[in-house]
Structures are given as C-alpha cells and as structure tokens.
C-alpha cells in the first residue's frame, strides 16, 4: 500500500522490494498447492493439512501473545469447544460436517466472551493459568456431555462423512475412494483457512487499529493518553483468535472424524506445541510462525520413534532458543538481513528534510 | 473563560493523600507552572487531569464539562495532551509511528490530514532526521522530544508538560525552550511541572506551589517565588 499525503511533501509507504517478491511468490506457492492433490500421495496431503492447520493456530496465539500481549495456555479450550460445536451440529442437528465448521468458530467465539470477561481481570502469568483452568473446565463439561460422547468421546455418523459435500465430486475428480477425497477436501479448507488468517492478520496489523494493537503492547497507560481504546483491543484480538482457532479446531476433528475430550481439549497438542511453533520461528512476527511450523514439522518427522525423547527434544530445543535468540530464527534472519516479508512499518520519506533509519 | 477547573479535588492511596482539596482554574491560553517538592503530588495532579487516575472526590471541568469520571481516552479527545515524566514510548514503533497512533486515535479532527500533521511536528519538534528510527534507540533529550511530539499530535488545547527539562543539557535546555514557546505562541493552553526554574519562568505566566498535596500559592512567578514560605518549603532558603 502506498499512500500519498495531501500535499506532495511527504509519503509514507509500507512496501518494500522484498515483500512485493513475497507477494508474488505467495501466489504462486497458493496456487501450486491447490493443484498438489492432482499429484501428491494421500500421506502428503494429510502431512500438509496437519502443517496448515498448526500453522493457523500458531498464527491466531501469536496474534494473541506476540501483538496483543495476552499470554494463554488456554487456546485448547477455543480448539475442543469448536470441534465440539461442529460434532453436535452434525450428531444432534443433523448438519453437513462442511458448514458446521462454521458453527465451531461461532461457538468459540461465544464462549470466548465469558472466558474474557474473567481472564482480563488477571495478569501476566495469572492470566496464563487462568485461561488454562477455563479451558479445563470447558473439558470437565463436554466429558459430562453424553449426547455427545461423554467421557469416551464419539465418532461423526457414517452417513454424515460419506456424503460430505463436495466429496462425490472431488472423488470423480481425482478417481480416488471416498475417504481420500475427504483428506483432499479438508486439505483444501486448510490451505483456504490458513491463506485467509495470514491475509486477515496482515491486514489487521496494517491498518489503523493495527497500530493502536502495537502501541497497547508498548505501553498500555501512554497508549489511553494518546485516545487508544487499549480494552477494545484485547476484546477484538481474543474474539478474533477464538474465532480462528475454533474453525481449525472444528476443521482438524472434520479430518480426525473422531473425538474425545482429551484429545480435543490437550494442553499438548493444541497450546504447548503451537507455543513452540511460534517462540522458535520469532514471536511478533508473521514470518516466524511459518518458519516454526516447518521445523516443528520436521522435527516431528525425524523423532517420530523415539516416543519421550521427541518432547524432551522439542524442549530442550525451546530453551535453547529463548536463550540464544529470544526473537526467534525469524529474528535472527531479520538482525543479519533486514528482510522482511510481511512489513507492517510505516516509513515517511521526502519533504524538504531528509529523514534516515537509524 | 477557564479551560481547565479544578474544585476541592482530592486524592489518596491508603492512609496517604497525595492530592488535598486542591481548586485552581486556568484561563484559556494561559501557560501555568507546577512546582513543589519531591513527593508533593505534582504528577498524580496530573494523571487525575488527564484521567489517568479517578479522584475520590471534587470535580474536574474541562472547557465548562465535568470530566470527572470520563476516562483517559476520551479526555484526549476532548483535547487534553500530556508528557510523561519518564518517557514512555512505544519501543518497537519508529518515531513516526509514535506520532501516526498518537494523531490516528487521539484527534477528533480531519483524520485525511494526519500523515502530513505529524511530518509537520516532527519538523516543528526537530525529529524530522531520526523520524524512521525505533523510538527505543533515541537519546535522552529525543526522548524527550518525542514525549511531546506525541502529546502535540492529538491536537490538544491543553498540553499537560511533566519535568520535560529534566535531566537536560542548558544546550538542549534552550533549545526546548524554544519549542514550547512556539507551541504555547499558537495558542495551546500549557500546564508545566518542572524543577529547572529558570526554563519554566521563562514561559510561564503563573506559578502554582504544591506541598504535602496541597495548593500553597497561586500566582505570578515573581511574586510566588519571593514568598517567605515557599523560598523555605521549595527553594530550602531560611529566610
């Protein structure tokens, strides 16, 4: 976006060469992978939807804690109440899986309401149990929840994943069996879910209430004396992050087709994980959630038979980020190149003075 | 008419009342300066004007509207600007940022003019050559700057100043000096909290001593300075 004052003095501009190059590439990268099913094995596809949808939740808890400064260890509540919305869409109201992804990431938006109007009362690292106690409860409920499994969990109908919309025809498509063209389809609804959470949070940090975000994570008390509605922010950052991370959940357990609380509401997958993810490839950036997934990604490959190992590697990994480089790979990169593929700086340039990074 | 009024304001954390039954009016256009020793309540007088904090009691009117109870946000609307003693930044912005959230949010008026407002206090402000750079990398003195470059890109009428000269060069004394006489000479109201004398004296036109959370004198700088007790309980002088 380049934007031109009203007199031709002064311009200010968020573009850089790299990320036009960024833009181009990302279409191309789009468009490649939606045509990937006509070539790929079905492991790919579902290697890659499991790559996407981390990717997502990774991007909506560094929209949460990296700008908004709201630390959660909670997002699992938003992750199970969304695939558990999805599931009693289908089981009790009789929906097509497909839509009732929709219905996950409305019911996590509305129980994420409530869950703010207690943590916002907390802190730092009381806010981050907080969330973590909430997201416990909401798993103690839905394990009470018989029409929908209780404790043990349930499968989605038969019927329901066999006459998924749009299954026949990818199945035709692709001449493949009913339940490949159903990884194909929720591959794709990852791919469209996690371009559209990249493009929405861009855009977001790019715009005016991008900024206040940045200036509320700052230094809340001097963001209120400069008019910045600094409670209005945390509300629309932890309604817009439920939101995301409800729709993937729901979209995970669509492909997994089977649920238990304690799957759906797992600490482990759905917040230490993502934590990862995000602290290794570089807080407070776009850039460092993508980078973190794939190593994440790869890691998970390569440890994949060494059972506990694989956790105390992935901490010890952790660790030894934070230590060496708190930013992040991303950081490290940015530090040594001053690239930056999502910039979201606002530069002013010309007028009769020069102006200068420094 | 007065553009700020305060009556029989108080405030206390605890048992310890830091703002006490404190009334003054400041005409509009006036420059007025706060002075009074360490721990007098000067700042917390004004983080109960900008909103910052509540007070316990009495009422704040601002330009004849009680904004006691309105919040922080709002009273920069309605054109209250403030510094922080110890500057506050927003580390991770550049300093044209600083000044884009400032006058993106906190000015009610033309929101298609701000880019070229903040380009023109960043010159007025003498921030133009480091406009691109992180605030967290500024000097103390553009630090400084910076405080009420910020302040000045909500537009305000009143322009809230805490120890902006504090800890600066006579170089960079004068210098600022300078600034705040051009801000004040456009007709922007200016309360001034300062310890360096001679600067605050050389703008403003009334002078106000608080001591203990209290108002101990209102008035003309000379008038208020060779006061028997305010030369004992500010200056240290045994008269």
Known sequence: MTTQTQTPAYVVTTQTKASQITAVAACALLAALVLLPFVAGRGLIQDLFFVLTMLVLAQFWNLLAGYGGMVSIGQQAFVGMGAYAMFGGVILAGIDPIPAILLGGVAALIVAIPTAFFAFRLQGPYFAIGTWVIAEVMRLIMA??????????????????????????IAELFDVRNSAARDILTYWLALALAAASIAAIYALLRSKPGLALSAVRD????????????????????????FGTGLAGALIYVQKARISPDAAFSVTDW????????????????????????????????????????????GIIGILVMLIAPRGLWGLITDKTGIQLFPVRRRLSGGTQDTSDT | MSILELKNVSKAFGQLKVTDDVSFAVPEGQALGIIGPNGAGKSTLFNLITGNLTADTGTIAFEGTDVTKVPAMQRCFAGVGRSFQIPQPFDNLTVFENLLVAAMHGRNTNQAAVEQACADILLQTELMPVANAPASGLSLLQ????????????????????????GLTDAECVALIDTIKSIHARGVTIIWIEHVLHALTSVVERLLVLDFGKVIGIGAPDEILNRQDVREIYLGIDV
């Open chain 1, 144 to 169: 009470q929840t018989q029409s929908l499994g209780g404790g043990t969990g349930t499968s989605l109908p038969r019927a329901a994943t066999r006459e998924m919309w749009a299954t026949e025809w």
């Open chain 2, 143 to 166: 630090r400084k700057r910076l405080e009420m470059a910020r302040a000045l890109a909500t537009d305000p009428k009143l322009l809230l100043l805490d120890e902006i000269a504090g």
């Open chain 1, 219 to 242: 230094n809340p008390e001097a963001a209120k004396s400069v008019g910045v509605d600094a409670g209005r922010m945390k509300w629309v950052v932890f309604l817009s992050s439920a």
């Open chain 1, 271 to 314: 917040t230490a994980y993502v934590l990862f993810i995000v602290i290794i490839g570089g807080i407070g950036t776009i850039e460092g959630p993508i980078i973190g997934v794939i190593i994440f990604f790869l890691l998970q490959s390569l440890l994949a038979d060494f059972g506990s190992w694989y956790l105390f590697t992935l």
